[in-house]
């Protein structure tokens, strides 16, 4: 079974351009995470989807960033227009619907990460 | 609120050391506690998680983390360091009530010495 897949792996833009970053969940996984690392500090929860809906988007730094998963499929994070300072590691995850029959979590399961550099 | 906080950010230890990595986190309500570790050019990837039931959580290559609710600490070790094991780990934390967003130390940077 595949794992969380971002893309790109990589990204160097310029300040003020725009920047689209992709995560494809793993397949069945209503939950959809995305969190950041910037450089030297640690890693912050940035939103949180159930399907295609927003469930908490609190960690999200201000409206330079859109998030969107329509279809409750993938998930892209626009970053327009870029700043030095969003420059990072941008990691998504998911996790299965509900809580387990277990111990009553699922595990959210991450993707490789997107590393962002804007110059 | 929840916080997590790592004690030093890089851990340097012989190979076939004890690697103890130290973790306290702070909470309102009964959390669960997870140790994350990326290894280099990869994604975060489950070391092991506490979910309220028994303290000494073992995880994977070797790993053992013991919640202590009186000292709030929840420190990750492994008898024997391995080469292999160089990589960065996090401590982590999410409300018992929710299973929604993760709260991430700052992370550890283990490095092993021949």
């Known amino acids: 079974e595949a794992g969380v897949t971002q893309f790109p792996s990589h990204s160097v833009i310029e300040k003020g351009q725009t920047v689209t970053l992709r995560c494809d969940p793993i397949?069945?996984?209503?939950?959809l995470y995305w969190y950041r690392r910037v450089m030297g500090k640690e890693i912050k929860f940035l939103l949180h989807?159930?399907?295609?809906?927003?469930?908490?988007e609190s960690g999200m730094p201000n409206n330079r960033f859109l998030a969107e998963r329509t279809g409750g499929t993938y998930s892209t994070l626009k970053v327009q227009p870029a700043e030095l300072e969003d420059s990072g590691v941008y990691f998504c995850?998911?996790?299965?619907?509900?809580?387990?029959?277990?111990?009553?979590?699922?595990?959210?399961?991450f993707g490789p990460g997107t590393r962002l550099t804007v110059l | 609120a929840q916080s997590v906080t790592q004690l030093g950010s890089h851990v340097s230890v012989s190979e076939g050391a004890l690697v103890l990595l130290r973790c306290n986190y702070s909470?309102?309500?009964?959390?669960?506690l997870f140790w994350y570790v990326q290894y280099p050019n990869q994604g975060l990837q489950l070391l092991l998680k506490y979910t309220s039931a028994a303290t000494l959580v073992k995880g994977i290559n070797g790993f053992e983390a013991e919640f202590k609710k009186s000292e709030t600490s929840f420190h990750l070790t492994k008898p024997s360091a391995h080469m292999s094991d160089a990589a960065e780990y996090f401590c982590a934390v999410t409300p018992y009530s929710s299973a929604s967003k993760i709260i991430f130390g700052s992370g550890t940077r283990l490095s092993i010495r021949p």
């Open positions: 989807f159930v399907k295609e809906s927003k469930q908490d």
């Open positions: 995850a998911s996790s299965q619907p509900g809580w387990s029959s277990g111990s009553g979590y699922n595990e959210q399961f």
């Open positions: 909470s309102s309500v009964p959390p669960y």
């Open positions: 397949s069945g996984h209503d939950n």
